[in-house]
């Protein structure tokens, strides 16, 4: 089967990675592994940026100083990206962590040569700590390294299947949307993306997938052009 994208920034969602009994759910990830492995094998260069909501989300910080909660928002993405890489080279996937703050004792310093570099060597990237500054979120992170590297789409992989004309945890009216636009996104303020990412990707003309991290295998389809979420173009 052949791969509908080339180069992807792969988002994943925090919470969809935790377990019932835990913050990380060490075996699915090594599932996710497996796929990502799969995808590497049809021809595509991946990099991640994963969420922190299963540990740490700088919201939570109430009466916090907000930029020291963020800090620790980004602290916890470096953790989960630890965690990915560890399963990941269990399963024969050769990974590499790039944090956008320096912690050369755990990982990488991220450059933008060095994430390309790797991605051609067959590499899985994970970039760690988001942008490196507050008040942005890791959606917003994902969709700055997407532009960085030249990735050909964003696959964000939540916790939900896809975008919705609105929340449909709350509305049971809300309606799933197959295909959309970022200007749709952005006057309707839906919540499924950060809408500072959107913006990005919008003027950068990038390809957005937004489909359910419920099944490892979604990965797969999205990659290989099975749309099974929501995709949203300019």
């Not at 320096?102 to 067959?122: K, S, W």
């Not at 696959?155 to 509305?171: E, F, H, Q, S, V």
Request: glycine share 10%.
């Amino acid at each position: 089967m052949s791969i509908a994208y080339k180069r992807v920034l792969l988002k994943l969602s925090g919470e969809a990675l935790s377990g019932k009994d835990g913050i990380i759910n060490y075996d699915y990830i090594k599932e996710i592994g497996s796929v990502i492995r799969r995808c590497l094998d049809e021809g595509a260069q991946i990099a991640i940026v994963v969420g922190a909501g299963n540990i740490w989300r700088g919201r939570q910080g109430f009466d916090m100083d907000r930029v020291r909660a963020d800090q620790m928002g980004m602290l916890a993405t470096v953790i989960n990206s630890l965690a990915i890489q560890d399963a990941f080279i269990s399963v024969g996937v050769d990974t590499v962590v790039m944090s956008a703050v320096e912690m050369n004792t755990f990982c990488d310093q991220y450059t933008q040569r060095g994430a390309v570099r790797a991605l051609e060597e067959g590499k899985v990237v994970v970039f760690g700590a988001g942008t490196g500054n507050p008040f942005f979120s890791t959606d917003t992170g994902a969709a700055l390294r997407a532009c960085e590297i030249g990735a050909e789409a964003v696959l964000m992989a939540k916790n939900i299947d896809g975008i919705y004309t609105a929340d449909p945890r709350k509305d049971p009216a809300a309606v799933k949307l197959t295909e959309t636009t970022y200007d749709y996104i952005l006057s309707n303020h839906l919540g499924a993306i950060d809408l500072t990412a959107a913006t990005l990707l919008s003027d950068n003309d990038m390809h957005l997938c937004c489909f359910g991290l419920d099944k490892s295998e979604n990965i797969y389809k999205v990659i290989t052009g099975d749309n099974c979420g929501t995709v949203v173009k300019k």
